[in-house]
């Protein structure tokens, strides 16, 4: 038995000048037609042709009535007198079209489509593109909610109104060249170039506007850039060439520090604070991960695809309260199950497993500390923790004689005693000792300066 046909053919992107012959004559002798719409220029010719427009009043979304619209097909082409229905649809039957795509997805039907000019054919006229050699994307606005991506140049589709308008607006940096791209081959053809944040004031927009970003510089394209750097430096600088993942150990460690300094020193609070330094060491940190990436893509054993895949599925397991159903009471929970999964996830047997003991002394303390927490050890009170450390401070003795350097490493509990207690006096005041001592640190150098004869700097905290 022979299947039903559907037979798609496309009204053009325009009046009727861009509708094919074969268009225009499968519609003309069709014994069973339909237009999805007659809102289109092209199709005041097919004014006997029924269209579905009523049911758009009438269904309750989209996705119902392109359903409803797919089974009528399916049924009309069933009883058609030549076992065919013929079906117009805007612009090109394989550009945007949602009813198409379900068609597709029956088996028991023969669905065909005729060549057809389409909006990217007119948008591409319009502004002198050769769409393979900008390797132009097509994008629906009405697919997604998320920031678009470059590099570019895109083209947006379905911006039929202000208020989709002001979505794709969302969805990119306020500053982004658009181009409004208005009713183009038409007699009332608009091309108007405005910055994405006015995107919502173009109120004309309706079925035949469309949006063409020029470039658009996201961090996909300018991680590539970069990588495509590292590359170069690693073939032609002799430098680069020589360095390995154990060598270059310092020199992340030193640009981290030097970023902690940058970050301590800018005030995110004020409007006016200059972001150039913090953007500069943020980005020698970011440097020695794409260096490391580079070494381990030579090697094939990783790279930055499978670095940043990594940790964004590990952050998507670890954060079940967003990607999930489970439900928190606030940070500390947040916390506390963080370390649950963490220690499930890599198969540990204590919390304090993976614990970086290399970390700064009282930084590594208070870590376990909060480890200890969490697995319910009693913890001091503020007062506990002051008369403990009283008591250490009883039983110091200072000898005597000044020594020169501090070199001993095996000195008396008490000094564990009396830094342990101070340590939780800071954690339960919600002071970070580290910090306090910095601080206390760099007055010190200021009075240094001032003994040597120089002025105290100026990132005096």
Known sequence: MIPPTILIVGLGPGDS???????????????????????????????????????YETASSFDELYENIVRDLIQLAAESPNNTVVYAVPGSPVVAERTVELLFGYTDIDVRCQPAVSVIDVACAALGCDPMAQSLRVVDALSSSEPLRGPGPLLVLQTYSAEILATVADRLPPSTEVIVLHHVGLPDEHIESIVARSLPSFTAADHLTSLWVPSLRTAGEAMDDLVDL?????????????????????????????????????????????????MEELGDVLFQIVFHAELGSEDERFDLVTIADGVREKLIGRHPHVFGDVE?????????????????????????????????????????????????????????????????????????????????????????????????????????LEGVLRERALRLRDDIRVAEGHGPTNDTP
């Not at 069973?32 to 427009?53: C, G, I, K, N």
């Not at 993976?354 to 200890?372: D, E, F, I, S």
């Not at 005597?400 to 509990?413: G, H, Q």
């Open 17 to 55: 000048s861009l509708l094919t012959a074969a268009a225009r004559d499968a519609l003309l002798n069709a014994p069973v037609a339909r237009l999805r719409t007659r809102r289109h220029p092209a199709a005041q010719e097919f004014a006997m042709v029924p269209s579905y427009d009523e049911w």
């Open 328 to 432: 928190v009471d606030g940070a500390d929970d947040v916390a506390s199950r963080w370390e649950e999964i963490k220690r499930v996830e890599k198969k540990r047997s204590s919390v304090t497993d993976g614990v970086a003991l290399q970390l700064p002394a009282l930084t590594l303390y208070a870590k376990m500390r909060r480890k200890a927490l969490s697995v319910g050890l009693p913890l001091d009170d503020g007062d506990t923790a002051r008369h403990r450390a009283a008591r250490a401070l009883d039983h110091i003795v200072i000898p005597m004689d000044v020594v020169s350097d501090a070199v001993v490493t095996d000195a008396d509990p008490a000094w564990g005693d009396l830094l342990s207690a101070v340590e939780d006096m800071a954690r339960i005041a919600g002071v970070d």
């Open 230 to 278: 590292m590359r170069t430096l690693r073939a032609q600088c002799p430098w680069d060439q020589e360095q390995t993942h154990s060598s270059l150990t310092r020199h992340l460690l030193e640009e981290a520090y030097e970023a902690l300094d940058a970050l301590d020193a800018y005030d995110a609070d004020d409007p006016h604070a200059d972001a150039r330094h913090v």
